[in-house]
């Protein structure tokens, strides 16, 4: 049986120059992650994860395809749910290696950046520092 796993491909724009924002956070140039859904009738490490109250309620059917598993590959109903705890596992920093595709950034500036507008946040009131010269305000 041959599965198909889901993938976080990304290339950073912005900052041109990874700061220390991006080394604090371990934010590599350009990655690869496995998206995965943790069951959430699976054991969690004590001070790990969500409480038990927020966790995702998932319908029968849903939660029989875990079939005993800890976390399964992200599938958009999963994701549909409120509490769904996703994890990503780090794949590859060679992206065109490993999946055979190509990353073209766009070339971003900070009043042509887009998260702004979809977030819609006002630049005034966010620190834009870590974004875009990569170190903490």
């Not at 934010?27 to 001070?47: C, H, L, Q, R």
């Amino acid at each position: 049986m041959m599965t198909t796993a889901s993938h976080l491909a990304y290339q950073l724009e912005l900052p041109e120059e990874r700061g220390d924002v991006q080394r604090d956070l371990e934010i590599k140039p350009k990655a690869s992650y496995v998206v995965v859904v943790k069951n959430p009738e699976a054991a969690t490490p004590p001070g790990a994860g969500l409480p038990e109250r927020q966790k995702a309620e998932l319908p029968g059917r849903m939660q029989e395809q875990f079939r005993g598993r800890k976390f399964m590959q992200a599938e958009p109903q999963l994701l549909d749910h409120e509490g769904a705890e996703v994890i990503l596992i780090g794949a590859d920093e060679d992206v065109p290696g490993e999946l055979g595709i190509e990353l073209h950034p766009e070339r971003e500036t900070l009043e042509s950046a887009q998260i702004f507008r979809d977030l819609s946040l006002p630049r005034s009131k966010v620190a834009t520092e870590p974004l875009t010269e990569g170190r903490w305000r």
